[in-house]
C-alpha cells in the first residue's frame, strides 16, 4: 500500500510517499519522499534530480543494478561539492548497495544532484540513509587467504611497501560499485602478508582526475622534504589526460595529504601512467618508470618532486599487441651468485599469450640512465594462466626479498566475473629470483615463504602407480575449497600425465604434463561457470623444462587455481568459478605408466 499525505518543506507543497516514490507536478518540478522519508526528493526532468538530506547520517546507501548506465551523482554542502561519483543506479532491478559516506558533511544539510537517472528508477524508492553498512561476506567464491577488497572492484596492486613492520598494499579501488569506475586508491596492511587488515581509503580523485596506479617509496634520508621516513606515494592523476602527481603521509600510510603542487609530470602522450619509482644506490637517485603507450620511460629525480627524461625502452622488445602498463625496475642474484641482473618488468593488455593481459619482463642491465635488454629476440612471461596482470613489487621489503603480487584477473572478462559484492582478488605472494635456462636468463616465481603459515596438517597419499586411471576420491573432508597440494609425477613410459581437480557436479579443471611436446597445461573449460564471457573457457600452457620428473605445488582457493613448478621453473595462475568446491583428483595416463610420489593435500587456513 502506498501512503500519500501532503507536507510542506521549504515553503512548498509536496508528495510523501512511503512504499513507492510518487510525483506529484506542483509546477517547480515533482517532489516525492524516498521510501526513506528523510530523502527529499525533486524529479526535474531531463533524469536529472536533486535529493535533500536535512540531518544526514553517515551513509546515504545508494541502490545498484550492474546492467544500468552510470548516473552522475554531486554531493553537495553549501552550494560546494565535496564528492562525485559515477554509479550504476538501479533502473529496475537492485543488485546490491553502496554506501555514499556523508561523514564529510559534519551534519550541515547535504543536497546530492543526480543526474542521468531516469525517474521512475527504482533507485529512487531503495534510496536510503543509514549509520552503518555491512560488509559481511555474503559471496561462496570469495577467496580466503587472497586480499579481496571488502565490497567495491578492485585492479591493480598499487603502492606496495613495506615500513615499520607492515606491509601497505595500495589498490584501484572503486567503493562506489563492484566494476570498473571511480578510480581510488584502496588499502590494506598485513604483518605477515597473509592476513590483511582493511584500512579507510588512502588517496581519492580529485579536480585533476581519478587516481590510477603507481608506487610508494620510504624516503629514509628526506630527500623530498616531506619528513624523514615519509611514506611518498606516486599516483597518475587521470582525467582527459594523464599526469603524474604526488602524496605523502607521515603517520605510517594512515593518512596522504596530496602535494600542493600536482601534477609533478606532465606529458602531450595519451597514455602516460603508472608510475614505479625506485631508488638507484649506483648513481643515488631516484629513478620512475612510466608506462607510456608502447613504451617506457625513465626519469631521474634528486628529491621526488622534479624529475629529468632520462630515456626510452620498448621499440623492437617483447609483445606489442596491446598497451603497455604497470612497469617495475629492480636488481635480482643470478641463481643466487654474485652476479646480478636488472629485470625490467612491463605489464601488456591485450596480447598476453592467452589473450588479453599478461606480464613480460625483460632481463639485462641498468645504468641508473638507460635500460638494456640481453636478449631483444625472446619475449619472456612471468606467469603462464590468464588471470596474472599489473605484477609488481613491494617496495623497501625486508631481508632484500623481491616479492610480487598480481592482480588475479583480465581485462577481458574481469567485470564480469560471478561475483557481485567485491570483483577480484591478488595472486598469492611470489618471491622473485632468477635462474639460467639454455643460457637464458629467467625469472621464477616461488609462493612467498609465509603461506606455509597457512598449512594444516597434510593427509599424505603413500605413491601409486597410474597405468590408466586412478582417483582419490576425497581431498579434505570438509570440502571447504581452500588447500595446496604437493605432488610429484614421474613417467614411467607415459607421455601425457593427467590429473584433473574435480567435483560432484562434473565439473573439473584438468592438469596435464605433456611430455610429447614438453609443456604443463591447465584446462578450465569445464571448470563450472564459465559462460559470462566468451573468453574464459579456455586452457593455458607453460613449456616445461626436460625431463621425466616434476614436482608441482597447487594453491587452490574458492575461485582460483595457481600452479607452481617446484624447481621454479613456471607459475600459472587462473581463475575457476565451481558451483561447489573441487574436492577429488583423477588421474589418467596416456602412452604408458607414471608414478605419483609424495602427494599431499594441505587444508589452509589463515593463522
Ligand atoms: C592496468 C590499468 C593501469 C591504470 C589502471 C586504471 O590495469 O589500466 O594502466 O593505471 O589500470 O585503473
Not at 588475479?408 to 582478488?425: D, G
Request: aromatic residues 12%; hydrophobic residues 35%.
Amino acid at each position: 500500500m502506498n501512503l500519500i499525505k501532503k507536507t510542506a518543506l521549504h515553503g512548498k507543497h509536496m508528495c510523501v510517499a512511503t512504499g513507492l516514490a510518487l510525483c506529484c507536478w506542483l509546477g517547480m518540478g515533482n517532489t516525492a519522499y524516498a521510501a526513506d522519508t528523510r530523502l527529499a526528493i525533486e524529479h526535474l526532468g531531463d533524469g536529472q534530480s536533486i535529493v535533500r538530506i536535512e540531518h544526514p547520517s553517515s551513509y546515504l546507501l545508494l541502490p545498484v543494478e550492474e546492467g544500468a548506465e552510470e548516473s552522475k551523482v554531486y554531493v553537495i554542502v553549501n552550494n560546494e561539492v565535496i564528492k562525485n561519483l559515477n554509479v550504476r543506479l538501479a533502473r529496475k532491478q537492485v543488485d546490491y548497495f553502496v554506501p555514499l559516506s556523508l561523514q564529510a558533511a559534519n551534519g550541515q544539510s547535504v543536497v546530492v544532484n543526480v543526474q542521468l537517472a531516469p525517474g521512475g528508477s527504482i533507485c529512487w524508492d531503495e534510496m536510503k540513509l543509514s549509520d552503518t553498512f555491512d560488509t559481511t561476506n555474503r559471496e561462496p567464491l570469495r577467496p580466503t587467504y587472497h586480499f579481496s577488497p571488502a565490497y567495491g572492484w578492485m585492479n591493480d596492486p598499487n603502492g606496495m611497501v613495506y615500513k615499520d613492520g607492515e606491509y601497505h598494499l595500495f589498490y584501484q579501488y572503486n567503493p562506489y560499485g563492484s566494476m570498473w569506475g571511480n578510480m581510488h586508491w584502496g588499502h590494506a596492511v598485513s604483518r605477515d602478508l597473509l592476513n590483511w587488515e582493511h584500512l579507510p581509503v588512502a588517496i581519492a580523485p580529485d579536480a585533476l582526475g581519478a587516481i590510477f596506479s603507481g608506487s610508494c617509496v620510504v624516503d629514509s634520508e628526506n630527500t623530498a622534504g616531506f619528513g624523514k621516513g615519509a611514506i611518498i606515494a606516486f599516483y597518475t592523476s587521470a582525467s582527459e589526460r594523464q599526469m603524474q602527481s604526488l602524496a605523502y603521509s607521515t603517520d605510517n600510510g594512515r593518512t596522504f595529504k596530496k602535494y600542493e603542487r600536482n601534477p609533478i609530470l606532465t606529458s602531450d602522450q595519451r597514455d602516460f601512467r603508472d608510475p614505479k619509482v625506485i631508488w638507484h644506490e649506483e648513481t643515488q637517485r631516484w629513478i620512475m618508470v612510466l608506462a607510456v603507450g608502447q613504451e617506457l620511460q625513465l626519469y631521474s629525480s634528486p628529491n621526488l618532486r622534479e624529475w629529468t627524461y632520462e630515456s626510452s625502452f620498448g621499440e623492437g622488445e617483447g609483445a606489442h599487441a596491446g598497451v603497455w602498463e604497470c612497469p617495475d625496475l629492480f636488481e635480482l642474484p643470478v641463481d643466487g651468485g654474485p652476479q646480478k641482473k636488472w629485470v625490467l618488468v612491463c605489464n601488456i593488455n591485450p596480447g598476453g599469450p592467452f589473450g588479453g593481459s599478461a606480464t613480460q619482463y625483460f632481463v639485462g642491465s641498468f645504468d641508473g640512465k638507460r635500460f638494456v635488454n640481453e636478449s631483444p629476440a625472446l619475449t619472456k612471461w612471468m606467469d603462464y594462466g590468464k588471470d596474472h596482470y599489473a605484477t609488481v613489487t613491494w617496495s623497501n621489503a625486508p631481508d632484500n626479498r623481491t616479492i610480487a603480487l598480481a592482480w588475479m584477473s583480465n581485462w577481458e572478462y574481469a567485470n564480469f566475473v560471478p561475483t557481485k559484492q567485491f570483483r577480484s582478488a591478488n595472486s598469492v605472494p611470489r618471491d622473485l629470483a632468477l635462474f639460467t635456462r639454455n643460457g637464458q636468463t629467467y625469472l621464477s616465481s616461488t609462493p612467498s615463504p609465509e603461506l606455509l603459515k597457512l598449512r594444516d596438517k597434510a593427509t599424505t597419499t603413500s605413491s601409486f602407480k597410474v597405468a590408466r586411471t586412478h582417483k582419490v576420491n576425497t581431498l579434505l573432508p570438509q570440502p571447504t575449497g581452500t588447500f595446496e597440494i604437493e605432488l610429484t609425477v614421474q613417467s614411467n613410459g607415459a607421455n601425457v600425465m593427467r590429473f584433473a581437480l574435480c567435483n560432484s557436479k562434473g565439473e573439473e579443471v584438468e592438469m596435464r604434463y605433456n611430455l610429447l611436446d614438453h609443456h604443463f597445461v591447465m584446462d578450465r573449460r569445464k571448470s563450472g561457470q564459465v559462460d559470462f564471457s566468451k573468453s574464459f573457457a579456455t586452457a593455458t600452457s607453460a613449456p616445461l623444462a626436460s625431463g621425466k620428473t616434476f614436482t608441482l605445488r597447487l594453491f587452490v582457493d574458492k575461485c582460483s587455481v595457481e600452479a607452481f613448478d617446484g624447481k621454479g621453473g613456471f607459475a600459472m595462475t587462473n581463475l575457476v568459478f565451481p558451483s561447489e568446491p573441487y574436492n577429488s583428483l583423477r588421474f589418467t595416463a596416456e602412452g604408458g605408466a607414471y608414478t605419483v610420489t609424495n602427494l599431499k593435500v594441505y587444508p589452509l587456513r589463515l593463522p
